[in-house]
């Protein structure tokens, strides 16, 4: 069976860091690009950060560039989401997702909440 | 990196069909034939019904279809039914490795 798990979300405080984790199981990691995608509170999807299949190509919203570092581990099936210096309008629900240009997996998810 | 448009909501009642638009620019929409569908229901996470404009992964009823003229997409839901009440996310590439997702709509079948 084709899974995502997310973990490392909690509480922060503003200007703090904290590390996502995604362990996927059931399917090839290394041949799939990989994405984060947020969900704030009662709003929409917002996509976050995408890596490639070998992790040398990486790419940020806006929102998130020069804060936030996608990395994985094809060895351990891992994929890593760095957020450092977090604001409050990042707290939301983060999921990691498979695909290229769709994402037919996706994660349950992980709640950051950014507050003081 | 502007989210495409969508309508906040639209409702239908059982058997009828509703369609569900998506509005982007020709750097996103209009540009690349990769726009993707999702549904979510409360609490859950999101789950592929459309990509590449019109393709239906497996398992997903032939109710659902999708369409492309120019800038913007659109998601039809034909015969509708109870459990097709959701949120539902167009998504589109928008060239040099970034995506964008619509505001989201919400469903009501009435």
């Known amino acids: 069976e084709v899974q995502l798990v997310e973990s490392g979300g909690g509480l922060v405080q503003p200007g703090g860091s904290l590390r996502l984790s995604c362990a996927a199981s059931g399917f090839t990691f290394s041949s799939y690009w990989m994405h984060w995608v947020r969900q704030a509170p009662g709003k929409g999807l917002v996509w976050v950060s995408g890596i490639n299949s070998d992790g040398r190509r990486t790419t940020y919203a806006d929102s998130v560039k020069g804060r936030f570092t996608v990395s994985r581990d094809n060895a351990k099936n891992t994929l890593y989401l760095q957020m450092n210096s977090l604001r409050a309008d990042d707290t939301a629900v983060y999921y990691c997702?498979?695909?290229?240009?769709?994402?037919?997996?996706w994660g349950q998810g992980t709640l950051v909440t950014v507050s003081s | 990196q502007s989210a495409l448009t969508q309508p906040r909501s639209v409702s239908g009642s059982p058997g009828q069909s509703v369609t569900i638009s998506c509005t982007g620019t020709s750097s996103d929409v209009g540009g690349y034939n990769y726009v993707s569908w999702y549904q979510q229901h409360p609490g859950k996470a999101p789950k592929l019904m459309i990509y590449?404009?019109?393709q239906r992964p497996s398992g997903v009823p032939d109710r659902f279809s999708g369409s492309k003229s120019g800038n913007t997409a659109s998601l039809t839901i034909s015969g509708l039914q109870a459990e097709d009440e959701a949120d539902y996310y167009c998504?589109?590439?928008?060239?040099?490795?970034?995506?964008?997702f619509g505001g989201g709509t919400k469903l009501t079948v009435l």
């Open positions: 997702t498979r695909g290229g240009y769709s994402y037919d997996c």
């Open positions: 998504y589109s590439y928008a060239g040099s490795f970034i995506w964008v």
């Open positions: 590449d404009v019109s």
